[in-house]
């Protein structure tokens, strides 16, 4: 194969974006086809991307269009369904995160991939395809952090970006499995071990809305993994800066911090205010990069016939752990795993 | 009166400096006597502070020496009954943290407190007297924070002054009462609030020393305060690039960083390690000014009749929080107070 | 047309940039035909990039491969040739800096290109397309500078590349129109402005071999530009911390700085050496996706039939800066324009 | 001597600081006395610095005060006639930059200190004793910078302080007397090395008032220095952030910048503007301990019978180069020494 035909599920903010690096940036890729339910998504599709096939059915899609791999990035409550489904029609899979909103039903994907161990499967963690957290898992890898001591992630969407997260509300899986999930993605990465322990606290400091649904504006949770190193993670949604993703590894012989200032650029301002670095307002502008990266690595494993490093199990877990995050920030416990 | 005359037990690296700075730097004081169970400490006081009476006892110092006033800084095991005896003697006292090493020890504190209404007790949490503490503090109460949500900060030793800490281990309380004591009182004073849970973890992860006295090299804890704020708290010994003091404030105006990079000064090397900025090396350098500060308005207070704002109840509750998260971390047990 | 057929002539370090670049990212471009006097560089092209037609000779490839643009990367002192002869056969052309290494022949360039009006001609100022100095000039047509006060830029290459430096110093037209040129080009876009006077100076503070040939390792220039607004270039070969690109526009109402940190990415690292942060070590790292903007702008501007930003008089007005800056060093005089 | 006797003549902003210094903080000093044309300067000195003598003449003050030293913050004009006179009296003379206005009135002073070789005497050049430059010296002198390249550094006053540099306009002898005067002593101290050629530049950029009495609001200067060193000096009064004082050194094996970002404390905001440090406003702020370190300097030579660094002839030397660089801006011309 010298070009991989994809067809991608959804095409809201992330979809389109997906949509997008397949159409005109990523190497020996073509989208053939598209699927959404929303019309105008679509119709834009196909005129700004040139997108040959568009379906409003998923099935439809898949049966119909002559594809070699699919790209989910539909709600979280249909990712399951959708990669199993695709799996078994023979093709190559990337999901977004999460892979599920159960357990059971990531391990169902689990199963589906093993069933066809032939083609790539794919989550879309994108942060491992980030030019400098790869910097920083190389750097850790070489072994420059001696052991790891505490790993502090936070993931805090902008403030100026509540009202789409408030019209999301109601089918928001909470603020772990929606945001946290990636630092912790990101924790089994680079501290290569697995939780023993979880507690998560949190309330509504801004927006009530979110405790209607169980949830807080801002949440965090202290973890001890099973080889002692400790994480620290928040999510939020009321940064008034920008979108603040960072990453802070300890270990016994060097710190490594990663986005501690979110700099949009390499452009500093000083005025009245002081001496300033605008901040990146979104996850598309922070993580621009990556998304191009990760798929383009999905579409190389499927030429080249290899597997990418994030598997499915990955998913699993990481989906557990948010859980698990979840079940004690509401049951107010401490959770021993 | 216009010249407070003082006198201090303990002659210790911290102790030295405060004999120091009154014998030098601090205005209406002087250093009349010093006590100390070392000989060598004495005579250098002696020598290079020109201290007129020496003392091995206490209540010696205490009784024979026409003193106003009196700093402790001696052994935290006997803060409190020294700090009771020169109450009931009629000195004012400046004690350092932490107030005591008991709850009840401090109650007793508190009581002989109130028994001597009259005379100024301060207490040494001498973060609140640093130019950047006081400036955060000052924009928090103008509101520029908005309501705060989390509260995180760190304190971690050099890894280059493990070797004091080593010799230290067996006469230390833990690295809640010991370091983290100051980060919990920082928490109070900002937020105004008191905790309500707390879970702390950690381990040895480059000294396993500190396990063989029930503690660990690193440990943290999470906490939620009575406003439903969080808080996260790192203390350690073990940082690569020096004495690691940093606070960050989140909240849903803004947020506040003090000390993220815990720079020694205004210089930055470019060489062939990158861009740099060389960290300062103790808490002696770190908070050389703060410690004129607190001292100059204890010796204000004095002066004044005025009393301080760190009164010995805010040394019982950050005892107290301390040793709730020294036995959360013994026992891996969530607290709820 | 809807794909530009592209040769490269050159394909050194950035030569073989431009050609991956045109062969693998660029939209609507193809790479068919590139031209070199190294065998090893064209078979490595013919290879990795699947150049379709390889050449020794310039003219035989612009005659015999039916192509739409030509790219020149080849030594200084043949662009204007090249150009020239491109242009007279109908082709658009790219040309690398510096246009030409005498006036007269960068103006038979401009009577070239408008000889030939209808196709295009670009210049390769590549930091006109870097995001953050995008950026930068974006705030200043907004007015958020005020008016420029002074405009100060260095271009120092790394000590780790010096070797290079010194095998090509016989070729190489002096620090102001190899490195200076590209500062030049910087400051008459955002100052809007042209010279009126410049006094240079430098000498060898590491490397005695640029003095044999009438140039510094490091040398600097002081400007007065036509509106009263001042400049100061630095240009050099030493820099032990990276490949420090830095420029600060310092405005009544503001000033920016882009670079002046020339970090590599996100991660900052605290250890031994202090909290710092490792720096691009090459135009071809810092410069990468300013080098992919500037290809895509000459081919959308083919395509799309308008005309670049950058015209071929920009390359005669700095080169004719940079020349006089080096004659005030060689020199040591001032000179009035 | 174990208390020196001091008397001050001029009470302006910074005579104030020293009087306060002397009187509050200085070891082994009383501010015996004071002189001043302004009588609410003197009534203020009396109540709030309880100064014993007052006086509006100064001779007078040094007749009839039995003062040991004199610190001089008159006005620039009256330096070195008060300089030469204290000096004749038999008194240690400590007086503020710049040292004269006229080459031939400094090496009158310079006469006069030789004549009284047993005083002591010093310039104020209170930036050798800030912590930071001390620090970078400290670096320099240990050969960390290996050769130096290019000393660079600017002074810049903050716009919101322009109303009382304009109402002083008429006495200023302009920018580089008045500001680069520091950052020239700053180049002399760490290349140790005088300057061979200088060419200066400016204009007013914001402030026409400066331009009638000949000199600009802005104004730079390039110089070479005899041991081939660059420097690179920008004086001015608009800067928007704060009291800008930078200073970069560049070598052959290292890059030392000072005060690069001019911040105020170690307090970092996050909020609508971007991450942000907010700068010192005044050279008060910025240089608060450097004022207090170099009076002790003053002190325990006079008490410890010791020449301090900064002789008169560093203030000749500093005065003649500002006094060239100002002549080259005025004449457009470049200047070889």
């Known amino acids: 194969m010298n070009k991989v035909r994809i067809g991608i599920v959804g095409l809201g903010r992330l979809g389109f974006i997906h949509a997008k690096n397949i159409s005109s940036i990523i190497k020996n890729a073509e989208l053939s086809a598209a699927c959404s339910l929303n019309k105008e998504e679509l ?49 190559h899979v990337f999901c977004e995160k999460p892979l599920g909103i159960t357990l059971q039903e990531c391990l169902a994907v689990e199963e589906a991939v093993a069933a066809n161990a032939n083609q790539v499967f794919m989550l879309g963690f994108m942060r491992r395809y980030d ?26 969407d902008p403030e100026s970006a509540i009202d789409g997260a408030l019209k999301y509300v109601e089918h928001s899986a909470g603020q772990f499995l929606d945001m946290a999930i990636h630092d912790i993605d990101l924790a089994r990465w680079m501290l290569k071990a697995e939780p023993k322990s979880i507690f998560a606290i949190g309330g509504c ?9 169980g949830d807080g504006d801002n949440v965090s949770a202290l973890l001890q993994f099973d080889n002692e190193s400790m994480a620290f993670f928040l999510a939020g949604r009321t940064a008034t800066h920008g979108y603040n993703v960072e990453t802070e590894i300890i270990g016994t012989k060097a ?3 990663i986005g501690s200032v979110p700099r949009k650029n390499m452009v500093e301002i000083l005025d009245s205010h002081g ?50 995050a979840t079940k004690s920030f509401k049951e107010n416990k401490l959770i021993k795993i």
Chains 1, 2, 3, 4 share one sequence.
């Not at 119909?64 to 399951?80: E, G, K, R």
């Not at 400091?205 to 649904?213: I, M, N, P, S, T």
């Open 205 to 213: 400091y801004a927006h009530k809305e979110f405790a209607e649904h």
């Open 43 to 91: 119709s834009r599709a196909k005129k700004e991307l040139n997108v040959g096939y568009c379906f409003s059915d998923f099935k439809e899609m898949i049966n119909d269009s002559d594809l070699n791999a699919i790209v989910i990035v539909s709600p979280s409550a249909n990712h399951c369904e959708q990669a199993i489904y695709a799996l078994q029609k023979g093709l």
């Open 275 to 324: 001496v300033r670095q605008e901040c990146s307002q979104s996850f598309q502008e922070r993580f621009e990069v990556a998304f191009v990266n990760e798929m383009q690595e999905f579409v190389d494993c499927i030429i080249e016939n290899k597997k990418p490093e994030i598997k499915a199990e990955d998913g699993t877990k990481s989906t557990n752990i948010a859980y698990l």
């Open 255 to 257: 710190t490594l911090r």
């Open 131 to 156: 030019p400098s957290y790869m910097y920083a898992k190389q750097k850790i890898d070489e072994g420059v952090l001696g052991k790891p001591i505490l790993f502090r992630s936070y993931s805090v």
